[in-house]
C-alpha cells in the first residue's frame, strides 16, 4: 500500500470557523504563505460562497501559493460550487470539496431531505464539479453518526462521478479511534470502486481524540489524506493538530512507516503566526508547539537532559523549528540582523519602505526594552501590516493612573481618519477607563466579548500581547495590540479591532 500521506490544512476553512478566530484577506495570504513553506499538500483555503470576503480570500491566496492545491468548500449546490470554482481561477493546482450530510439526524431536521434526494444530490454535485476540475473531494457530513449501508452507497455513487477523494468526517467529535478506523476500513472493503478515491480522515476534538482517531483512520483504515489545521484550530473544540500527526510519524517512523512532504522546522514558525494573527494562545503545555513542550524545570529531569538530551526528550526542538537565538536582538542590532530574524520568522514584507517602517519600530522598542524576542518581532510588524492597510482609528498617546482605593481614569488622545480627538474617562480598572474614554468620542457601538493578555516573552519587561474581541452588527473581529504597557497593549487591541469592524460594516454603517 502506498506510504505517502496526505497533509490536508484547513486551518483557512475549518480554523476559521472557531468563534472569534476570522482572519483578513492579508492576514489569511501570509499564512498560506507560512503553509506553503511548512509544504502542506492543500491549503482549504475557505468557504468561497461564504461571503465576498471568503471568495477574494481564496482568490488572492489561489493568487500568491503555487506549490500547494488550493481548495474550497462548498455545499452541494450549483450556486456553492461555481462560486468555488471561480474563486480558484488562478490556482496552478486546484480542488473543491463538496459536501453533504448523510446521518439520519441532519438529513432529517437540519436538510429536510430523504436520503434518496441526498444521495441524488450528492451525484448531482459531483457532476456538475466536474465542470470546473478533475479534483474533488466529497464529505459525507457526520459520517461517523451515518448508516453504513446508506454511507456505502453513496460514497459508491460520488466514486462513480468522479470524486477523486473520499474524506470521512466525525464532525462533531464523536468516534472513538478503534471503531473510526474499522468503519472506514470496512467502508473500503464493502465500496467496490474504493480503490478509485484516496480516502481521508478529518476529525473534531469534542472528546480530546481527533489526533487520535485521525491516526487510527490511517493506521486501521488506510486513509491516506489527514485533515488537520495547525495547533488544532478549529470549530468547538477545534480540530487534529496538524503538528502533531506530523510529529507522531516523524517520531515514531518505525511503527507509522508513513512518509509525508512537511519540512518539520517550519511548525513553530506557523504556529506562532496563526496564533498571533487569531489571537488564541497556545497553551504552554501543548505538544510540539508549546512554549513548555521542550522546558525541563525538575532537577533529575535537567540532570539527564545535561547528560544526554533524549533521556527526557524524544524530538529535538530545532527539528520543529525552535530556534534557540543565537542573535539576540536589542537597541544597538542593525537592519541586516533585523531583516535576517524576519527572514527566519517567515515574515515577508512586501517593500523596502515597510520594512525600513517596520525597523524604526524595532528600533523604539528596543529603547524601551532590554531583549526583543521573536514574539515581540511578530506583534511589531502585524503592528506595521495593519498601519499599511489604512488606518481608521490611530493612537496617539495614552496617561492612566490607577491608585488604591481611588478611581482609575485615563486620558487618550487618538485619531479618527487623521483627526485628533481627546478623551477623559474613569473605569472599574484602567483598561476600562481607556475603553470609557475612547468610547465616549468614537461611539462605534461595539461590544466587548473577550479580552486576554499574554507575557509575549519571559521576564516582567516581557511585552504584553492584548487580545480584544469586538463584536458588531454580528460581526466578530479579534484586534491585538502589544507593548511592554499592558494598558497601551490594550489601546491597541482595541483600536485594531474598531478599524476591523470599521473596514467590515462601514458600508452597513458609515458613523461607525
Ligand atoms: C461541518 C462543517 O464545517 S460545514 C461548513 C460550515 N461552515 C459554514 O457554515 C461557514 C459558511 N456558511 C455561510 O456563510 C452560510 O451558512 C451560507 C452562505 C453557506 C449559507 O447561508 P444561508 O443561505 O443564509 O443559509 P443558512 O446558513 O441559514 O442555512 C444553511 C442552508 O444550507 C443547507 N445546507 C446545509 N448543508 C448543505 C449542503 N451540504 N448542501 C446543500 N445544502 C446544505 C441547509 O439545509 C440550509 O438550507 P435552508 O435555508 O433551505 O434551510
Ligand atoms: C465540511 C466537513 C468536512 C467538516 O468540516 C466536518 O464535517 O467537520
Ligand atoms: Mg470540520
Known sequence: MNNRLIIFD?????????????????????????????????????????????????RAIATAVREPVVCSLARANDRDLSRAAEALEPAARKRIHTFIA??????????????????????????????????????????????????????????????????????????????????????????????????????????????????????????????????????????????????????????????????????????????????????????????????????????????????????????????????????????????QRLQELGIELDSEAEINAAFTRFKELADRKAEIFDEDIMALVSGEEAAAGGEHYRLVSLAQRSETGELPFATVVFSIDGVEHSAVATGDGPVDAMVNAIESKAQSGAELVLFSINGISP???????????LAHSGRIVNGVGADPDIVVASAKAYLAGLNKLHSKIEKLNPQV
Open 10 to 58: 484547513t486551518t483557512l476553512r475549518d480554523g476559521e470557523q472557531s468563534p472569534g478566530a476570522s482572519m483578513t484577506r492579508e492576514e489569511k495570504v501570509r499564512i498560506a504563505r507560512q503553509l506553503e513553506k511548512l509544504r502542506v499538500d492543500v491549503i482549504e483555503a475557505g468557504f468561497a460562497a461564504a461571503s465576498q470576503g471568503d471568495f477574494e480570500a481564496i
Open 102 to 339: 448523510t446521518s439520519p439526524l441532519h438529513m432529517q431536521v437540519k436538510l429536510r431531505m430523504s436520503p434518496e434526494q441526498v444521495l441524488e444530490q450528492a451525484k448531482l454535485a459531483i457532476r456538475f464539479a466536474r465542470n470546473f476540475t478533475d479534483d474533488i473531494e466529497f464529505s459525507p457530513e457526520d459520517g461517523s453518526r451515518s448508516e453504513e449501508d446508506f454511507l456505502c452507497r453513496v460514497l459508491e455513487n460520488v466514486i462513480a462521478e468522479g470524486a477523486t477523494t473520499i474524506n470521512f468526517p466525525d464532525t462533531v467529535g464523536y468516534a472513538v479511534p478503534e471503531l473510526y478506523g474499522e468503519t472506514i476500513r470496512r467502508l473500503r472493503e464493502r465500496i467496490p470502486n474504493s480503490d478509485k478515491a484516496v480516502w481521508s480522515v478529518h476529525c473534531h476534538n469534542d472528546l480530546g481524540l481527533a489526533v487520535a482517531n485521525s491516526l487510527a483512520g490511517v493506521m486501521i483504515g488506510g486513509a491516506r489524506q489527514v485533515e488537520c489545521t495547525i495547533n488544532g484550530l478549529g470549530e468547538r473544540a477545534g480540530n487534529t493538530a496538524l503538528e502533531e500527526v506530523v510529529m507522531a510519524l516523524r517520531t515514531r517512523g518505525g511503527y507509522f512507516n508513513l512518509e509525508c512532504g512537511i519540512d518539520t522546522t517550519q511548525i513553530v514558525p506557523a504556529s506562532k503566526m496563526v496564533s498571533q494573527i487569531t489571537g488564541f494562545a497556545v497553551q504552554p503545555n501543548k505538544a510540539v508547539v508549546g512554549a513548555n513542550a521542550f522546558a525541563h524545570a525538575s532537577g533529575i529531569h535537567q540532570d539527564g537532559i545535561l547528560k544526554a538530551r533524549e533521556t527526557y526528550e524524544i524530538m529535538r526542538a530545532e527539528d520543529v523549528g525552535w530556534t534557540a537565538n543565537k542573535i539576540v536582538l536589542g537597541k544597538l542590532s542593525g537592519r541586516n540582523a533585523f531583516k
Open 459 to 469: 521576564g516582567t519587561q516581557s511585552q504584553g500581547e492584548v487580545t480584544m474581541r
